[in-house]
């Protein structure tokens, strides 16, 4: 299979700096893009590539790009923000495209700039990260003024481009859409009321486009090869390949490029299965905000257009594989106190709904479970999803949801035996 | 009253943001790399240079899950508590932590060495259980690493 994003990665060596990039073919793209192009061109290739969002919703990243207000109406600057406040539980993909390749990402983060228009970038990252991850991109970044690709009159064509870091303080609603413009504020990252969009009034009001990292580091493979490759690289509907992730009792937990709609048997089959006396019993496979699929869906292609026909979130992409030993109304409790906690505390139904199911499982995990508590917690679920002003509480019921749907057995062993049923000792 | 060297640190800051109060973040980690943790007096010399009320700025610092309003130790140990953690037994490490160095999470030795934290999942997913010293991720973590660095008083080389 054809590796895009991981073929200058090498493993247990730091990553390429500026030269070795560039004599590996690094920085064409953007050369390309400039010289040969018009800023609307590289919008359409992208947008023909049909490549979708990697931070979890998925949203045609070319349409995006293309729903900018016209350059002469609006208002300059136009900010460019790359997401890398990778906290969705369970995901490492971005750490990983960075910390092996900073100037692929920066490279894509650039080309990305020219086709919006946008002379001012933000790379949002998440506090952990700093080490090495920040500290490699603005390494990355210092090499790259150096050179000409940032800064005043990028590679002699009149476009200016600034590229800052911004380091964050860890609190996952700031990955949010609308949160990371409040953050950028410097202000509480609450979400904000759409419409306004954040293309037509982002941070500071300034037309905004934020994308995830691992979409910025497939720009300029698709600027290069052109949009019919890209799309030819998926297994089914989906285009491009996808940084896959395997957590959990396997073999080789880690991180794996595979084509598009690869299977969760087949990305199972890469981290060299479960460990010896293990057994796979569910996952999440594209982190906590997304359902659980148990071994009758190991065939459903992980993309977001196949797991869409089943009712799943694609998120990110990288699989939390949970084995027969863990107790799955357990770790949804310990999702549930994830959400709880960084519920942004905003509107009522996150703030005060998601603490009451993290109480009602921890009930559960305590031996206090009652009878009607699951109907509850299906209840809870149920009038919080819908009502929430953002995504957060939509992440934490699906869980909660298709664990009922699909394991309430372990639900009803937790309220009649009086405690948990996995718990050693017992 | 901010440092000489805080203040020209927090204008570099300033200078690569749009404005000034969206330096605030990076603003009161810089006191923080330095001191450990933001005083409620350095909270007001930090509003007053960044051109924000001080009841601003708490609303940003209160947001925050590792912007400290009380003194730490020398060194912060988070725990990642995330799923993937918790499943390959996080759990039973933070209480390892709690019973060896006698402190709850949340709490800090007597000795000012070590406030230990739980932290949201830290994406080292591969490498579970994890947690983070100060700035360095210690990974594949069992209890007679963790004893290890205790022993050596947590120093860590990244």
């Known amino acids: 299979m054809e590796r895009v994003l991981t073929t200058n990665f090498r493993p247990g060596l730091p990553p390429m700096n500026l030269r070795e990039y560039e004599a590996a073919g690094g920085y064409q793209a953007l050369r390309k893009a400039i010289k040969e192009h018009t800023p609307g061109e590289v919008v359409q290739v992208v947008t023909d590539s049909n490549l979708r969002g990697r931070g979890g919703a998925g949203f045609p990243t070319g349409q995006k790009w293309a729903n900018l207000p016209p350059c002469e109406t609006c208002e300059q600057p136009r900010i460019m923000i790359a997401n890398l406040d990778e906290m ?60 000409g690709y940032v800064g005043r009159n990028v590679l002699g064509s009149g476009w200016n481009c600034e590229v800052h870091v911004h380091m964050s303080a860890g609190r996952y ?43 910025y580091c497939c720009v300029p493979h698709i600027v290069l090869r052109g949009a019919e490759w ?34 969760l048997n087949e990305l199972l089959d890469e981290a060299g299965g479960m460990q010896e006396g293990y057994q796979f019993k569910a996952a999440l496979p594209g982190g906590a905000s997304t359902m659980y699929l148990g071994s009758h869906e190991m065939d459903v292609p992980l993309e977001f257009e196949a797991l869409k026909e089943i009712d799943c979130y694609f998120g990110t992409g990288t699989a939390i594989v949970v084995d027969d030993r863990t107790c799955i109304v357990g770790l949804t409790h310990n999702l549930q106190q994830f959400y709880a906690r960084e519920s942004c505390g905003w509107c009522t139904p996150c703030r005060d709904g998601l603490p009451w199911i993290e109480k009602l499982y921890r009930d559960q995990e305590e031996g206090r479970g009652k009878p009607g508590d699951v109907e509850l917690l299906g209840e809870l679920a149920r009038s919080i999803g819908r009502n929430t002003f953002c995504a957060l509480a939509l992440g934490a019921i699906v869980s909660i949801e298709s664990s009922i749907h699909k394991f309430r057995g372990e639900y009803d062993d937790h309220i009649r035996l009086g405690r948990c049923p996995f718990r050693d000792g017992h | 009253m901010l440092t000489d060297q ?90 390892h932590l709690e019973t060896q160095l006698g402190i709850k999470a949340g709490g800090t030795t007597a000795d000012g060495l070590v406030t230990l934290l739980p ?40």
């Open chain 1, 230 to 263: 890209f799309r030819g690289l998926g297994k089914a509907k989906d285009a491009g390949t996808k940084i896959y992730g395997v957590s959990g009792r396997v073999k080789r937990p880690g991180s794996y490029e595979l084509p598009m709609g690869t299977t």
């Open chain 1, 88 to 147: 969705e539980p369970g995901t490492f993909k971005d750490r990983y495209l960075v910390e092996n390749d900073p100037h692929q990402f920066l490279e894509g983060l650039l080309i990305a700039c020219y086709a919006c228009r946008s002379e001012l970038a933000y790379v949002f990252v998440r506090d952990v990260y700093r080490k090495p991850a920040a500290e490699l991109i603005e390494q990355a970044l210092a090499e790259a003024e150096q050179a």
């Open chain 2, 6 to 95: 805080e203040r020209q640190e927090i204008e570099a800051e300033v200078a690569r943001s749009f404005n000034r109060r969206a330096a605030c973040v990076g603003a009161m980690r810089i006191v923080q790399a330095r001191r450990g943790w933001v005083s409620d007096e350095a909270m007001g010399d930090l509003a007053e240079a960044l051109t924000m009320t001080a009841d601003e700025l708490e609303g940003v610092a209160t947001f925050y899950n590792l912007i400290f309003r009380r003194p730490v130790g020398k060194h912060v140990v988070k725990v990642c508590d995330g799923a993937v953690c918790w499943m390959l037994g996080g759990q039973s490490l933070m209480q």
């Open chain 2, 119 to 158: 932290i949201c999942c830290v994406g080292d997913c591969d490498h579970a259980p994890v947690m983070v010293v100060d700035d360095t991720m210690v990974r594949d973590l069992t209890p007679e690493k963790i004893d290890e660095l205790i022993a050596n008083g947590f120093e860590v080389t990244g």
């Open chain 1, 173 to 215: 609603i700031c990955g949010e859409a609308m949160g990371i413009l409040n953050a950028m504020e410097g202000r509480r990252a609450i979400p904000r009321t759409k419409p306004p969009h954040e293309v037509a009034s982002g941070a500071w009001g300034k037309p905004t486009v934020v994308n995830n990292v691992e979409t």
